[in-house]
């Protein structure tokens, strides 16, 4: 008897525990967000995320590892990604799959295997009457942005994506440049066209395409399409590059769509920000890179986060990824972690190849002075010991650069001297930190979720049920 006395309490304490635990993810109002946040992060995985939290810590000397803004959300929860082509996906079936809700094959954007155009959650959110922005910190024609406007089965096809933003709803876009038809693989049915052409394409189409973000933010009553470059496919240097008066960061054009969209919206806004050069970083293997474009993404989360608590009960948060890049593991040697080391990292691999390129250019075949760049830029021999065997390596890379110059590693988006490659490769190695790809796997990606209807993302168990349960908090049926 008192055993079931006993059990009867359990059962009401732990159906009250639940109650209280969904009631404390609900806000006060229990109506469809008005302002809704959706966050990508390009190639981003539980790795790379706990990774930047741990060089975070090891950075400011704390053993304590504090969690980032949006791994702290009331929901964390993980999806599946595979598209229709195979278990592993690329950015542009899984920006469909974000973006449309169906699955397709890899290279397809906004339309399904059979090359069906898609409807996207920014028409759905169009029809409903909020404000649609499209933030990215790669090019504005790029895979992730295009799937929210772009219908095509070629992703590559860049000048037809600016044909599909013209014609979309999209009322404030931002990114580094529109990518000219150079950036992707040459296809005869397209015609060379440059990056000043399609801008001049956007501007005739009476949108206000500018280099200023002041004047985007403050626009009114037009559509605005801002980015870094509009002459040349150039994209904003790394984070980890930057110089300290860059006007074109991904914060900065967040900043500007959230000001631009909140006085240009009677309904409300949906914003789409994508990180997308974590993705970069990632097929360049280059840790530190990587670690500095995620607390980009939290920097940009931080925005939504202050944004919310000026409108409380109004505002979704929702930030994910559309699959993982690099294979990247935390911790391959012998329990341990070194963190620490990854600390002397000071710029990108792609920024020391640069420079060693510039070297060979200039013909220095001095390889004291390369290893003073690798000592400078990476921490090797300074911080990271070299072992023998690794600096016959890299001296082997030496030569190589001038007997026979050509043969790069390539990352998809950018090609590395095989010196800097494996000297990255031998600083992460230190860190016990490793790569299994120079392309995309197959793993889960993480789901975090705060503010109005946070609790309905609990069910999402592959991404293409992320759009449709936005959809639905909106009203509306993806
Ligand atoms: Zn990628």
């Known amino acids: 008897m008192k055993k079931r006395i006993f059990n009867v309490v359990l059962i009401i304490l732990v159906l009250a525990g639940v109650s209280f635990g969904v009631a404390a993810l609900r ?5 469809k967000p008005k302002y809704i946040f959706y966050f990508i992060g390009d190639g981003m995985s539980f790795n790379h ?11 400011e000397g704390k053993s304590e590892v504090e969690r980032l803004n949006f791994s702290k959300f009331p929901v964390r929860n993980f999806v599946t990604n595979y598209s229709t082509s195979n278990l592993v996906t690329d950015s542009a079936a899984a920006g469909t799959a974000l973006a449309s809700g169906v699955k397709t094959a890899n290279a397809s954007i906004g339309v399904d295997p059979e090359g069906n155009h ?20 790669v090019g504005i024609n790029h895979a992730t942005p295009s799937c929210f406007y772009g219908h095509t089965a070629d992703r590559f096809g860049f000048p037809s994506l600016i044909d599909d933003y013209i014609a979309s709803d999209v009322a ?4 580094s440049t529109i990518m000219d038809m150079k950036s992707g693989p040459q296809d005869p049915k397209y015609k060379p066209t440059s990056t000043a052409e399609l801008a001049e394409r956007i501007r005739n189409a009476g949108i206000l395409l500018t280099l200023d973000v002041e004047e985007a933010a403050k626009a009114e009553g037009k559509r605005v399409a801002l980015v870094a470059h509009d002459k040349k496919n150039e994209h904003v240097p790394y984070v980890i590059d930057r110089k300290g008066d860059e006007v074109h960061t991904l ?7 959230i000001e631009y969209l909140e006085r240009n919206s009677k309904e409300g806004f949906f914003l789409m920000v994508e990180e997308g050069k974590l993705d970069y970083s990632a097929h360049e293997q280059d840790a530190v890179t990587t670690f500095h474009e995620v607390n980009e993404l939290a920097r940009a989360v ?6 919310a608590e000026k409108h409380p009960g109004e505002t979704l948060i929702v930030v994910t990824s559309d699959h993982e890049t690099g294979g990247m593991s935390l911790g391959w040697d012998h329990y341990e972690i070194r963190m620490n080391l990854l600390t002397a ?11 060693i390129q510039q070297m060979r250019k200039e013909g220095n075949r001095n390889w004291e002075e390369y290893k003073q760049v690798l000592s400078e830029n990476l921490g090797l021999w300074s911080v990271v010991p070299v072992t023998k065997e690794e600096e016959a390596l890299l001296r082997h890379d030496f030569y190589d650069i001038f007997l026979k110059y050509g043969p790069m590693v390539d990352g998809l988006y950018n090609k ?21 790809s120079l392309y995309h796997t197959g793993m889960y990606t993480p789901l975090f979720v705060e503010g109005e209807g946070a609790e309905k993302f609990f069910e999402c168990r592959d991404q293409t049920e992320i759009p449709k349960t936005i959809a639905r908090l909106m009203g509306g049926e993806l």
Do not use: P
């Open 345 to 355: 990292q000071k710029t990108s691999t792609l920024q020391t190849t640069k420079k």
């Open 118 to 137: 898609l409807r996207t959650i920014a028409d759905v959110a169009s029809e409903l009457g909020y404000a649609v922005g499209l933030v990215t910190n």
């Open 251 to 257: 914060v900065n054009h967040t900043k500007a769509a």
């Open 172 to 175: 404030f876009i931002a990114g």
């Open 302 to 307: 931080d925005l939504a986060l202050a944004f």
């Open 27 to 31: 806000t006060e109002h229990s109506d």
């Open 416 to 436: 590395n001297e095989f010196l800097t490659y494996h000297a990255i490769h031998i600083l992460n190695k230190h860190a016990s930190i490793d790569w299994t």
């Open 49 to 59: 995320i706990l990774g930047t939290e741990q060089y975070n810590a090891a950075k």
